[in-house]
């Protein structure tokens, strides 16, 4: 029951399409791009997580505020997740705790950064 | 530059919070909890009250190029509490329900709400932070999107 976000485009088949016909150039600026919002979603989440306040689950073994990882996956796609039990608790809240999203807001803010950089280096002339 | 978008945003949140309230058999809290809500009685096997938290979540707004901030996109969640798994899953079923069954557009105070979008129904988990001493309770999450936009003046 942890938490992660992704940035994945890769299902989105056209884009994908146009891509893959692009010059190896072209998808390696990309790569870069979803490497570098990647990082900057990570830093986001794990400058909002809430340390020491909020619910704990006692079977974690690590602190939340210690537990932000990120990888990428593939070409337009990459990940940043926690594998904490607190994560999900500390995003949505409990019963007793009001949600403090990190997460979602954090996404919300990058994948639009993101699509607009691919859209940019997806349109310039070869 | 005030976000018209944004302001009197507590009479959508009151108006979302007595809509599903009256639709539903159970009790909406507005971000905390109600009262008489729960394990009744000390049987941690005996009657369970159902019950749902509303919370406000986020928040951005848009518009048009001499107004780009009139219309808004406000998030919410529905925290919904069972003594089970199912309780919890019925819980968010049944607001899903009565969300679905509100009339658009909807005219709330100078606003209008002109389209709902249930962005997820999470998977109903037990709540591990209480303690695995005291009785269970089961968890599932519902966000939901209200897009908001001011009512026109007659001029």
Redesign the interface.
């Known amino acids: 029951?942890s938490r992660s976000v992704s940035i994945d485009m890769s299902e989105v088949d056209q884009l994908a399409k146009d891509l893959a016909e692009r010059p190896v150039e072209v998808r390696r600026e990309i790569g870069k791009a979803l490497t570098r919002h990647v990082q900057q979603m990570q830093s986001r989440i794990e400058a909002s997580v809430p340390r020491g306040v909020g619910?704990?689950?006692?079977?974690d073994k690590v602190r939340l505020f210690q537990s932000i990882e990120r990888n990428r996956r593939r070409q337009l796609s990459g990940v940043v997740w926690s594998n904490t039990?607190?994560a999900?608790?500390q995003e949505?809240?409990?019963?007793?705790?009001?949600?403090r999203?990190s997460f979602?807001?954090a996404l919300?803010f990058q994948a639009p950064l993101f699509e607009a950089e691919v859209a940019d280096i997806a349109s310039r002339p070869l | 530059m005030t976000a018209q978008g944004l302001t009197r945003r507590e009479q959508i949140t009151e108006a979302l919070q007595e809509a599903v309230a009256a639709a539903v058999e159970f009790p909406i809290g507005a971000g905390v909890s109600p009262p008489n809500v729960g394990h009744l009685g000390d049987d941690p096997l005996g009657p369970f009250q159902p019950w749902a938290n509303l919370h406000s979540i986020a928040s951005a707004t848009d518009g048009p190029i001499d107004r780009p901030t009139d219309d808004s996109e406000l998030v919410y969640q529905f925290t919904c509490v069972g003594g089970g798994q199912l309780q919890a899953e019925w819980v968010a079923s049944e607001i899903a329900d009565a969300l679905d069954a509100i009339s658009l557009p909807w005219q709330i105070g100078a606003r209008a709400v002109v389209h709902i979008d249930i962005d997820s129904i999470g998977p109903a988990v037990r709540d591990n932070t209480i303690g695995q001493s005291t009785p269970p309770e089961f968890l599932a999450y519902l966000m939901v999107r209200l897009f908001t936009t001011p009512i026109p003046t007659e001029s």
């Open positions: 029951m619910p704990v689950d006692p079977r039990r607190a999900f608790f949505h809240g409990t019963s007793r705790h009001a949600p999203p979602g807001p919300e």
